[in-house]
């Protein structure tokens, strides 16, 4: 009696810690929103908060919209799955003829997406006007999670143009030379980029724009049996993509880079960088061998390349995709290597920030795993060890790149070696996780009697 009574009271403050931690963490993220909201207006531009807002009577910006409806629907039946559907379609036909009768122009030729973000607010009050108990909390959670998605696409560009307009000057002269110790792999990607056009180039520019599709697609794939078992499971490829994208901005105000195309290159239009440039060399030739310095940059363009997000973003799809069926494998692996070609083909990133990004992405990864774990020795050891590594790349580019890119032969390797030896800890430690199948032990065959 007293087991069972000892038992409940655990469960009770269990949920009442679990429920104290999600307000917690949705006043921190609403309060990242107002500060984020604040400090767009201060540079003359509307923040996530005016931009999700205003999605819900102009026309929508590029952005995750019918993704984030795709991923509240986990939660629904089938039938109310095709009615939420329907009714976004709908809402979206009315506002488009609304629209071509008035003349009004629309954002990047974008029409539809009003109707997703209605029908993902309906969902909301719904829940909390016609829900109750269990029901109520997994019908918000799945809103939550949709508007999260398109909240994450607006925070990243408020938080790009915090970067541009307060980081002037960049450091992309260290990573450069740094980037000699790996054989200036952007530069050589860009030649054969080149080399394939047009193919290549369309190629690699689809699958580099379409990334948070193929993030979505693998995510319906987790997340397909929450409307059948009421339940989210405990980790899936949403949360690691909305703390990548969390935690990565931070990185870029301490280091701010703009990727070759823009401080070697003409930058990305073709002609707008080239009078900030150090020299127009990408991707003909590597700079020259000298001593790096942070130089001044235009106030428009992003510092947003270490560490790279995009190979942190499709590490994450390639690692939960590997319990996904055969066609979804190959799609995982089918994007990591065609986003780590386009990162360095498009001059986007330099080699060096592709290794911050995979082992940004594994120490992300195993400390969500830990956390839900309960933070083992092995989980710790692992997130110490990735934070470790991660904040000795940025050193090592920062303050030791000539003597990088002086004795290729050997940082070079060793740059790699310590990317690879996260990768084997993650593995290693995973494994130990899971839990072990012990193969059923079959009958003795049993001797007829003489």
């Given at each position: 009696?007293?087991?069972?009574i ?6 009770a ?9 999600w ?7 609403l309060?990242?929103l107002?500060?984020l ?5 201060r540079y003359g531009?509307?923040?996530?908060i ?9 026309a ?23 009615i939420a ?8 036909a009315?506002?488009v003829?609304v629209?071509?009768a ?27 006007t016609?829900?109750t108990g269990?029901e109520?909390t997994l019908l918000l959670?799945g809103v939550g ?8 696409r607006k925070?990243?560009d408020?938080w790009?143009?915090i ?5 002037p ?12 110790a790996l054989g200036?792999p952007?530069?050589?990607m ?18 580099y724009?379409?990334l948070a ?8 794939y987790?997340?397909?049996?929450v409307?059948?078992?009421r339940?989210f499971?405990r980790?899936h490829?949403?949360?690691t ?12 105000m ?6 070759p195309?823009f401080?070697?290159g003409?930058?990305a ?11 127009d060399?990408?991707?003909d ?13 235009d106030?428009?363009?992003p ?18 995709s590997r319990r ?6 190959f ?5 990591l290597?065609a986003?780590?070609?386009?990162t ?9 920030d592709?290794?911050?990004g ?6 992300v ?5 830990s956390?839900?774990?309960g ?5 710790i050891?692992l ?5 470790t590594v991660?904040?000795?790349?940025l050193v090592c580019?920062?303050y030791?790149p000539t003597?990088l890119?002086g ?10 070696l310590?990317m ?9 430690t995973?494994?130990?996780w899971?839990?072990a199948?012990?193969p ?5 065959p049993?001797?007829e009697?003489a």
């Open positions: 009696m007293f087991s069972r000892d038992a409940d009271a655990a469960l403050a269990c949920r009442q810690r679990r429920a104290v931690l307000a917690v963490a949705g006043v921190a993220a309060g990242i107002v500060a909201e604040i400090a767009a207006r531009q509307p923040g996530p005016t931009d999700q807002l205003s999605g819900l009577l102009f929508p910006k590029p952005g995750p919209l019918y993704g984030g409806l795709a991923l509240m629907m986990v939660v629904l039946t089938w039938r109310q799955r095709f559907a329907g009714a976004a379609v709908g809402i979206d009315v506002f003829l629209r071509w008035v003349g009004a122009e629309t954002a990047d030729g974008r029409f539809f997406g009003n109707g997703a973000l209605w029908v993902m607010l309906g969902c909301a009050v719904v829940a909390v016609r829900r269990a109520r959670k999670l949709g508007l999260l998605l398109v909240a994450g925070t990243g408020t790009l143009l970067t541009a307009k307060s980081r000057a960049v450091l992309d002269q260290y990573v450069a030379t740094a980037d000699h200036n952007s530069w050589l860009g030649r054969i980029v080149d080399a394939t056009d047009p193919i290549g180039p369309h190629v690699l520019h689809l699958v724009a379409q599709v193929a993030a979505v697609v693998v995510a319906l987790q997340l397909r049996d409307a059948a078992e339940r499971p980790h490829l949403v949360r993509f909305l703390v990548i994208g969390l935690l990565g901005p931070a990185i870029y301490i280091f701010p880079v703009v990727g195309v401080a070697y003409p930058g239009s073709g002609t707008g960088g080239v009078q900030w440039a150090v020299a060399l990408w991707p030739a590597p700079p020259a061998l000298g001593t790096p310095h942070s130089m001044p940059y106030g428009i363009t510092r947003n390349c270490m560490p790279s997000l995009h190979t942190a973003w499709a590490t994450a799809i390639f690692i939960h996904a069926p055969r066609i979804l494998r799609a995982g692996t089918f994007w290597v986003t780590l070609s386009a360095l083909g498009f001059g986007y990133h330099y080699g060096a592709l290794v911050a995979v082992v940004f992405a594994l120490t990864e195993a400390a969500l795993r956390f839900d774990r933070w083992d020795r092995a989980g050891q997130a110490c060890y990735g934070v991660f904040a000795a790349l580019y920062r030791l003597q890119a004795r290729p032969w050997l940082f070079g390797p060793l740059l790699v310590a690879v030896s996260v990768i084997y800890g993650y593995v290693r995973t494994e130990l899971e839990p199948t012990v059923a032990q079959q009958p003795e049993q001797l009697p």
